[in-house]
């Protein structure tokens, strides 16, 4: 794999745990962030759906002419960040969900950082 498959492999556990959560124990996770539901099937829809996206990711992170999917989740991960502050700002949710997109974030600059290092390395571009 190279470093940015690997990111986007590792990044997959990190989806999974997430979709696990939500499918398994939505209200536990809907708790922590403050939101209030009655009937959780949407959210556990949700889960199920992040639990497809993490086997996507594994895959995805054992090709490298997987690249241009890379590339693409550094924006899409990084803009998660962006648009859950302003959802705070808003008053639309509570700061406690920037933790969790932080992790996204956090990712998005690992594979980011990645993928600069394996245009670099011979072979790699």
């Not at 959560?21 to 992040?50: H, K, Q, W």
């Not at 693409?72 to 859950?84: G, I, W």
């Amino acid at each position: 794999m190279t470093r940015a498959g690997k990111s986007i492999f590792y990044f997959g556990f990190w989806v999974l745990a997430c979709g696990v959560s939500l499918m398994f124990f939505p209200e536990f996770c809907l708790n922590i962030a403050g939101i209030d539901l009655n009937d959780y099937i949407t959210v556990r829809l949700f889960g199920m759906v992040l639990i497809y996206l993490s086997i996507y990711y594994f895959v995805a992170g054992q090709h490298p002419e997987f690249r241009p999917l890379y590339l693409t989740t550094v924006f899409t991960r990084s803009s998660a960040l962006v648009l859950v502050i302003g959802f705070v700002l808003l008053g639309m949710a509570k700061p406690i969900v920037i933790g969790f997109v932080v992790v996204d974030a956090l990712g998005a600059l690992w594979t980011g950082l990645a993928l600069r290092k394996d245009g670099a390395s011979p072979g790699m571009r």
